[in-house]
């Protein structure tokens, strides 16, 4: 697939020229409810967050750790389906001006027919979609379908990944590339150090697209040392756990404190 220009590589563009590190957050839909996801999201968008994956709750979410996992969880067992979030994502993306990509596994996709799926989500006005479970060898229809309607296919890089699979990856995305900090799943502790400066230099090699970095982000100092590094810093867990300890009105005064 030869690299297309989407609205969400030019949405990302256009904000660097005001800073020189966005921030990007991470939702689960119906997690504690649907009124406390809209909530959670007007507070992350008024404290300066500049753009968010709006997670569709899956039974599996295997690139996820436990807290995510949980949230995934508690939002089936609470009703969440796929048709509310699809309804609350469309409520999100006309009243927030930044740009929202959907995070989900390839069988939603499946159920819900791909193209079908993705001409869906450019109708409600997501930018993207993150499907860490669907390589680009078997997601032709996916990229074909992601293509003709300009949104953009985020894949992953991990520490693993060899620079010529870095290379392949990148060719079959646009927006920008989700770089992992570490092996394993979301959630669990990262050590930002000189190893992890190294990796995002071969990242960086590898692709000419915006460069986002997660799993373990979750202070100020994390988001710092990320700065000249990436493009992208990206707060999952964290932000959940936050709002476990605090309720969602700890959410706002969080954030404040990485954009700071």
Partial sequence: MSHYLTKLETSITA???KKDLLLMTHIVLGYPNFDDSLRVVEDMVEAGVDLMELQIPFSEPMADGPVILKANSEALKGGATVEQSFELAERITKAFDIPFLFMTYYNILFCSGVEKFVERCDNIGIQGCIVPDL????G???LEAMKKHELAPVHIFTPNTPASRMRFLSDNSAGFIYSVARKGVTG???AFNDEIGEYLTKCRNATDLPLAVGFGVKSKEDVDFLRGKA????VGSETIRVMEREGVSGVKPFIQTLVA
């Fill in 135 to 138: 390589p680009p060898a078997e």
């Fill in 231 to 234: 493009d992208i810093a990206v």
């Fill in 188 to 190: 669990k502790d990262t």
């Fill in 15 to 17: 904000a660097q020229e």
């Fill in 140 to 142: 032709l229809t996916y």
